[in-house]
Structures are given as structure tokens and as C-alpha cells.
């Protein structure tokens, strides 16, 4: 027992180091991309294409670090009403290229007038972490099915890919800071969407099979949005 106490705070001090490190890191790092952004746009030469392998590379060193640090402390700057299935939409929209690449069909369900009190920006980040994982994970003509339902005030968001699936060990895995199975991953994204998910106060649960694909569900706490009924009614006034 205090042996897994002790475990827990030694962690956490790690966590705590790592976390002002990367912090430190991304200044100085957001500085230079600046400069370098002003030089890709001005330079009409051969090093417009190595600029753009660079600024490609500091997104992705930006990426893992916002990613790290947002597991270590979520921050949910603004809490607002925002409608679940705009969110939804917007992410799919912003993994439209990557699908599109990997030859991937995303079909999405959604139904309006659920909201959830959060950070936007952040949900959408818990969202793009698992689409992506579900487009990443599926071959050319596979599907990934994203739907939406609510039942009192709760909502599923119910993700579904027909990709390579995941054995029970893996399964478990999932959430362990740094574990990837990809050449180029991270290992973060997963981790971050658990941690932003509970912090919401929802929980996510993930079923998969080997070569058949896999299932995540997420569940959030929602709302019918007040002015639900108002257009409705605008429509019958304007009929009668
Ligand atoms: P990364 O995507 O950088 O590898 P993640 O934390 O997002 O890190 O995912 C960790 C690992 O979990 C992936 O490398 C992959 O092996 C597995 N995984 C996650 N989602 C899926 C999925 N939908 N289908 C198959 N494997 C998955
Ligand atoms: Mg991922």
C-alpha cells in the first residue's frame, strides 16, 4: 500500500518535471515557427520546399507537446454551452483530408439539439484523438461509422471503424501514456481523450476485435438546449 502511494507520488513529480520542461520547450518553439512561417511565405527559391518540410516536422513537435501537456493538466479555459452534434461535425470536417487519403468512408449520424457544458476545443480534441485512431486503424474502402444518441441526460457517441481491431492485451493497454503500435506515434492521443472525457465527468469504454474492427463509446453528460422548442414555434406562428 505505501509502496503504491510512494509509486504514485514519484510519478506524479515526474509528470509534474516533464510538464514545465515541455511548457518551457514550447515557447521558444512557437517563436521560431513564426520566423520560419515569414520566411516560407517570402522565399520564391529551392528552400521553399526544405521550409516546408520544417515547418511539417515543428507542427508535429508542437502537437506532441500540447498533447503531453494536456494530459498532465487539462485545461478547460472557458466552459460553455455547445451544441454536441455541431462538434461533431466540425471534427469530421477537419479529418476529411486524412480520410480522404487513406481511403477511408467516415459516415456520421447526428442529432441536433443536445448540448454539453465544456471547452469546445477541447472536446474537440478527445474527438479528433479517437476518429483519427479509427481512420489511422482501417484499410483503403473500410468505413468508420460515428453516431450520436441521447437518452435522459446522457449522450452516446458511439465511434466504429472496420479496421484491424485490437486484441484483449491491447485493449488494455490503451491509455498507458506512450503506447503505440504506429512507426510515427505518439502514443499520447488516447491517454489525452480518456483524461478530457473524465474530466467532463463522462466515461469511455472500448470493444474490439481482432480483423474485424473496433467500437469506442463515449457517454457525456447533456442537456436538450433550451430554445429547442422556439423555432417550432416561429414555424407555427408563421403558419398561421
Ligand atoms: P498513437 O495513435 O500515436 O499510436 P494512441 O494513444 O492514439 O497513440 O493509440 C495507441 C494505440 O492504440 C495505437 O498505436 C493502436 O495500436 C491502438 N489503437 C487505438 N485506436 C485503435 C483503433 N480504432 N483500432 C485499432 N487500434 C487502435
Ligand atoms: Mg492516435
Not at 161 to 169: C, F, N, P, V, Y
Not at 187 to 216: D, H, N, P, Q, Y
Amino acid at each position: 500500500m505505501r509502496k503504491e502511494i510512494l509509486r504514485a507520488e514519484k510519478l506524479n513529480t515526474l509528470g509534474e518535471l516533464a510538464a514545465s520542461i515541455a511548457h518551457e520547450i514550447r515557447n521558444p518553439l512557437t517563436v521560431v515557427k513564426g520566423f520560419l512561417q515569414m520566411m516560407h511565405k517570402q522565399e520564391k527559391g529551392d528552400n521553399y520546399y526544405y521550409l516546408s518540410l520544417v515547418l511539417a516536422e515543428l507542427g508535429r513537435a508542437e502537437s506532441i507537446i500540447n498533447d503531453y501537456l494536456n494530459f498532465a493538466k487539462p485545461q478547460f479555459e472557458k466552459k460553455e454551452d455547445a451544441e454536441l452534434a455541431e462538434i461533431i461535425a466540425d471534427v469530421t470536417l477537419l479529418l476529411e483530408a486524412l480520410a480522404a487519403k487513406e481511403g477511408v468512408q467516415v459516415n456520421v449520424q447526428l442529432e441536433w439539439g443536445i448540448c454539453v457544458k465544456t471547452d469546445r476545443n477541447q472536446l474537440k480534441q478527445a474527438l479528433v484523438n479517437i476518429i483519427k485512431n479509427a481512420i489511422e486503424a482501417t484499410d483503403d474502402g473500410g468505413e468508420v461509422n460515428i453516431s450520436q444518441a441521447s437518452a435522459g441526460n446522457e449522450s452516446y457517441v458511439v465511434i466504429s471503424d472496420t479496421g484491424k481491431g485490437m486484441d484483449s492485451a491491447q485493449i488494455a493497454r490503451l491509455g498507458t501514456l506512450f503506447y503505440t503500435t504506429k512507426d510515427k506515434g505518439t502514443g499520447l492521443g488516447t491517454s489525452v481523450s480518456i483524461k478530457i472525457i473524465e474530466a467532463m465527468g463522462g466515461a469511455i469504454s472500448f470493444k474490439s476485435e481482432r480483423g474485424v474492427g473496433t467500437e469506442v463509446t463515449i457517454i457525456l453528460p447533456t442537456f436538450k438546449k433550451e430554445r429547442a422548442e422556439k423555432p417550432d414555434q416561429d414555424q407555427m406562428n408563421d403558419a398561421i
